[in-house]
């Protein structure tokens, strides 16, 4: 039965929020050990400082292979929303995911790990320097961002298309760089959505924080891709129409120089006519 109206605006209202919260749910269970260890860090802070830079590592070793994983699968899920099938069963839709996608989502986790440290390395390094020094800790600051909107694209990417791991990665920095107003859209509206859950209304983070992080990421992909793919067909339709043009004037100038080959035979037949009445 359908509803219309105000009921039927209420109803999909509650329809999604079961469907955000259900996905968020799963997102957290499949992460348990990422977010113990956090939460974990975040209560010993008011200790030793020391403590959270030891749960930080213990972090960047589980997280590779619980949370992305587990991001990956809620990107699938997301994956259906956002074209359209909104209807798709929660569960065996977002543990097929979790399936498929854990190997490429792994090692794209140690590999983002890896950067992430490079880049903090890098920019506590270049930060305690002195001078003009001192001022490359921003470029790293700015990297750190792209990387942040890049592992997004990742996801985005493992679950949309199916492709090697390193052509994921690849592309998945060109989209970055090469779409710098989706990107910087990409992490505001990520950063806001984070920014709430974690300063405001705690209660999103264990229900609808990653969700709508998910969603929000995969649509700003898919607005992307459709652009990309609009083009590529613009350019696809004028270059055949360029070939095709190019067909028709070739065959006009094979018919112009058949027709002038045929006139100079007549020419020359009337030629011979008339030379043979000179002769009788």
Request: charged residues 20%; glycine residues 6%; proline residues 2%.
């Amino acid at each position: 039965m359908e509803f219309r109206g105000l009921m039927g605006g209420l109803y999909r209202i509650s329809e999604w929020i079961m469907r955000l919260s259900v996905i968020n749910v799963l997102w957290v269970v499949c992460s348990i050990p990422f977010f113990y260890l956090m939460l974990a860090g975040l209560i010993a802070t008011t200790q030793s400082p020391e403590y959270f830079k030891q749960a930080l590592v213990l972090v960047a070793i589980v997280a590779p292979f619980t949370l992305f994983p587990a991001t990956a699968a809620m990107f699938t899920v997301a994956r259906k929303w956002v074209t359209g099938d909104e209807d798709v069963p929660l569960f065996k839709t977002y543990f097929r995911g979790y399936k498929e996608n854990y190997l490429q989502s792994m090692l794209g986790g140690i590999l983002f790990v890896l950067l992430t440290t490079v880049m903090y390395v890098n920019y506590t390094f270049y930060l305690r320097q002195s001078g003009t020094l001192s001022l490359l800790s921003i470029l790293f600051i700015v990297l750190a961002f792209l990387l942040i909107a890049a592992m997004f694209h990742f996801f985005s990417i493992m679950v949309h298309f199916h492709m090697k791991f390193w052509q994921i990665m690849k592309n998945a920095f060109l989209i970055t760089i090469g779409n710098p107003v989706m990107t910087v859209l990409l992490l505001v509206s990520n950063g806001v959505v984070a920014y709430i859950s974690v300063y405001h209304f705690t209660f999103l983070i264990p229900f609808f924080m990653g969700s709508l992080m998910a969603y929000a990421s995969f649509w700003n992909f898919y607005r992307i891709f459709d652009r990309m793919k609009t083009l590529s067909e613009k350019k696809q339709q004028e270059e055949e129409e360029r070939e095709q043009a190019e067909a028709e004037e070739d065959g006009r100038t094979d018919d112009a120089v058949q027709g002038g080959s045929g006139s100079s035979v007549r020419t020359d037949d009337r030629e011979g006519d008339a030379e043979d009445g000179r002769k009788s």
